[in-house]
């Protein structure tokens, strides 16, 4: 409860208890830059420095003015958030600077159609929604083949033409039927029953969606399925989709998945007078998600040897891939999608966070050309989702991201070699409390080693409860007013996504708090621990 409120805590209680235990419960009241404040006991504003970034959300910082001067001019000239169900040229300009980045950053020139949304989990979910779409259509068009030749055995058959050969019957384990003057008609009668019966039972199995293990997709009832961490997927096992995880750097697990979850849809073929047995792969993969580096995971970045794997396998199995790059893109890792960076091509793109520059609720799904349904566009549909006010932020990002044949990039490259530079050296000093440090761009993690083993019982108990990571970035907040996180699938990283604005002042700031919490883990000193009891 606030101070001075009479009101009962109704949202979202149990989460506002947990980060109280970790100090975490603070309200922040204004955002500029990098810096969030906090308003003290006696009124006064408190600066932050934020190295959380919004998870990602704020590659221009809170409240860039170029940014929100465009939100203040669209309010201004009444821009319409609902128009629903009318024409947004808007949204296709928007849609067309993607694609030029996009086709900039692969080497492609093929379009990729867009559908928006209101957050990244959602741009997901529409993803896998179009992805499911098309495979049901293309085992629909492969079944009305596979009908078409069967109807032509038939004929053949009837005219005389064509006779069933024996392989067909040992293939299928049944037996020829009769002996009578139409037995051939019989024979494909009885062979189109047998491929009907398994073509139906082939097509009535669920879609097999891969992932990544460590992979975080959103907890909507889609992708909370593909993301990794069971706490947050094994409640809802009941519900949605069903995946197979790959570990990382294993292309020879995946291979063997790929080859396990296979298909094939049976028909037939007259070729020089006889009917025979055909087979064709049937459609089974809905979609491979990944993240070219995955955020909750604990910031790890996939290796240019796997994704070129991944790329091959998936295009060879007819595997859509769906790149996550809701918080590695729009510019963090110094290009627009990190993907492209590992020479990786996807067949949707899912974009959000720093879409929106900080202050819009949006996100994009991208499909290429190839995979398109257009009737996708009938039977998914958002209230909120390519608005005009959203839209045009977004174009004011990427103006911001495209400005000055892209400095914000060579922005993000710069300023985050110096932070991991900082980062390496805090490892350097204390190779006895830290793990690694993982990343790229301004996208980068620490991790500590681990403590479930510490001497220090209150350490020892934050470490086995799962907050070890909360505690340590409680700390960092009471004791030297900066803002981070741990990744939410591994708490003993802590996470660093600041902006392109983020000083050298700042990175030294953040040294002296690192080495503050390394000296206290080194010396098990938890009662220099600066997190206020909780109410």
């Known amino acids: 409860m606030n101070s001075g409120s009479a009101v009962s805590e109704l949202a979202e209680p149990h989460l506002r208890a947990l980060l109280a235990t970790a100090g975490l ?15 003290g006991a006696d009124g006064t504003e408190t600066p932050v420095l934020d190295f959380a970034g919004g998870y990602g959300s704020l590659i221009f910082g809170h ?15 009444r821009s319409p958030i609902h128009a629903q169900f009318s024409s947004h040229p808007y949204a296709n ?70 006779t069933v050969t024996g392989a067909v019957f040992e293939r299928l384990g049944i037996g ?84 396990e979850e296979s298909g094939t849809l049976l028909g037939l073929a007259v070729e020089d007078g006889e009917v025979r047995l055909v087979e064709r792969a049937a459609p089974v993969f809905c979609a491979f998600l990944l993240e070219p580096i995955q955020g909750e995971g604990g910031i790890r970045p996939l290796s240019a040897e796997f994704a070129g794997r991944i790329q091959a396998l998936t295009e060879a199995a007819d595997c859509p891939l769906v790149i996550d790059e809701i918080q590695s893109g729009m510019g963090r890792t110094g290009a627009l999608l990190a ?66 044949g892209g400095r914000a990039y060579r922005q993000a490259e710069e300023r985050g070699a110096a932070l991991e530079t900082m980062l390496d050296k805090v490892r350097a000093a204390f ?11 301004l996208m980068l993690g620490l991790e500590f080693q681990d403590q479930s083993g510490a001497e220090d019982a209150v350490i020892r108990d934050a470490a086995h409860s799962g907050l070890f990571g909360y505690v340590i970035a409680g700390h960092i ?53 600066a997190i206020p009891a909780s109410e």
């Open 25 to 39: 419960d603070v309200e922040y009241v204004r955002g500029e830059g990098d810096t969030l404040y906090r308003t």
């Open 63 to 77: 409240n860039h003015p170029e940014i929100v001067a465009r939100a203040h001019q669209l309010l201004d000239e």
């Open 93 to 162: 300009r928007l849609a067309a600077e993607l694609n030029r980045i996009v086709h900039r950053e692969t080497g492609t020139d093929e379009p990729y159609y867009a559908t928006f949304a209101n957050s990244g989990a959602e741009a997901i979910e529409a993803a896998l929604k179009h992805a499911e779409l098309d495979r049901v259509l293309r085992l629909s068009e492969a079944l009305e083949e596979i009908a078409a030749g069967v109807e032509r055995a038939r004929e053949a058959a009837g005219a005389g033409t064509a």
């Open 176 to 259: 020829r039927p009769g002996t009578g003057p139409r037995d051939e008609e019989a024979a494909v009668e009885a062979v189109a029953a047998e491929i009907g019966r398994r073509n139906a039972e082939r097509a009535a199995k669920p879609p097999v969606f891969l992932a990544l293990e460590g992979g975080f997709h959103g907890k909507l009832t889609g992708s909370v399925q593909l993301t990794h961490n069971e706490g947050y997927r094994t409640p809802f096992a009941a519900l949605g989709a069903r995946a197979r995880f790959v570990p990382r750097d294993r292309p020879d697990v995946l291979e063997e998945i790929l080859a």
């Open 339 to 404: 993907s492209s960076r590992l020479g990786l091509r996807g067949d949707y793109y899912a974009l959000a966070k720093s879409l929106g520059g900080g202050i819009a609720k949006t996100s994009v799904m991208l499909v290429r050309n190839a995979r398109y349904r257009a009737q996708f566009e009938l039977v998914h549909s958002s209230t909120f989702a390519k608005d005009s006010f959203s839209c045009h932020l977004a174009l004011k990002v990427l103006e911001l991201l495209e400005a000055d």
């Open 431 to 441: 190779p006895d409390v830290v793990e690694e440090v993982r990343g790229k761009g």
């Open 477 to 529: 907040l009471h004791a030297h007013a900066i803002r981070t996180f741990p990744t939410a699938s591994a708490v003993n990283t802590l996470r660093f996504e600041p902006s392109i604005l983020i000083t050298d002042e700042s990175i030294e700031r953040l040294e002296r708090a690192l080495t503050d919490v390394c000296g206290i883990l080194r010396e098990q000193a938890s009662q220099r621990l």
